[in-house]
């Protein structure tokens, strides 16, 4: 997004806005990631616990895990480095460590690559590559739409996470639930933690990229079983 004219600097924050709408119509909003769980358990049960939550997550799982896997999806794609994108969408397939994280992955992945392909978004070369690593899981779907959109990788991964904390915000709304205001200030407080995330995903070595939650895969095997549920995860 650096660079350029006025109206492709422009057109550019266009696409990465439309790229990060809560609009995007694959299904975000029906997901909670266990959060929902950990309501019905009590140990989320306000503003300030639904934030030490998802601000734990973040920086204890997101941005040791998923932002890395998805910042080297970014770097493949935009690369063309296709054996190495398959191989980092198996290994965040493979790191789902419930039912439900692994069907919401490869169902918004699948659903956003469909949405990149209706909007020929993708060339050849990445509609092969989606065909030979499906099921898509949904950061390499992401990356793939962001390389379709141009989005340069740093911007791109921004999205990513913001999406991420703004649908964990949703589903807090929901489920906790919160009113407007303290989402607001939830989000304008735990956007602070995205730039060290960022740092983080590109600058952890490959062997030091982890999906080790515990708690988080508890919540999620939990939630399988809840006796009444708002979300699918």
């Known amino acids: 997004m650096d660079g350029g004219s ?3 600097s422009g057109l550019a924050l266009l696409r990465l806005l439309q790229l990060a709408s ?7 909003f029906s997901y909670s990631q266990a959060l929902e769980s950990v309501v ?6 306000d503003a300030a616990s639904a934030a030490a939550r998802i601000g734990d997550v973040l920086d204890l799982v997101i941005a040791e895990g998923e932002a890395p896997v998805a910042w080297r999806l970014l770097d493949s794609a935009a690369a063309c480095d296709w054996r190495r994108f398959e191989q980092w969408n198996a290994w965040f397939r493979a790191s789902r460590e419930t039912a439900e994280l692994r069907a919401e992955t490869e169902q918004m992945g699948g659903s956003l690559a469909r949405l990149a392909s209706d909007l020929d978004l993708l060339d050849a070369a990445a509609l092969e590559a989606a065909r030979r690593c499906a099921p898509l899981t949904l950061p390499a779907s992401f990356a793939l739409a962001a390389c379709g959109f141009r989005i340069a990788g740093v911007p791109a991964l921004t999205a990513y996470l913001w999406v991420w904390l703004e649908n964990q915000t949703m589903a807090a709304i929901k489920s906790v639930p919160l009113g407007q ?3 607001q200030r939830l989000l304008k407080d ?5 730039p060290p995330a960022l740092v983080r995903a590109r600058t952890i070595l490959d062997g030091e990229i982890t999906s080790f939650a515990p708690g988080l895969a508890l919540a999620s095997a939990r ?3 809840q006796y009444s549920r708002l979300f699918r995860s």
């Open 6 to 8: 006025p109206f492709e």
């Open 181 to 183: 205001l303290a989402a």
């Open 190 to 194: 735990l956007a602070t933690r995205i």
């Open 223 to 225: 939630h399988e079983t």
């Open 40 to 45: 019905d358990q009590g140990t989320v049960h």
């Open 22 to 28: 809560p609009s995007l119509p694959i299904g975000g």
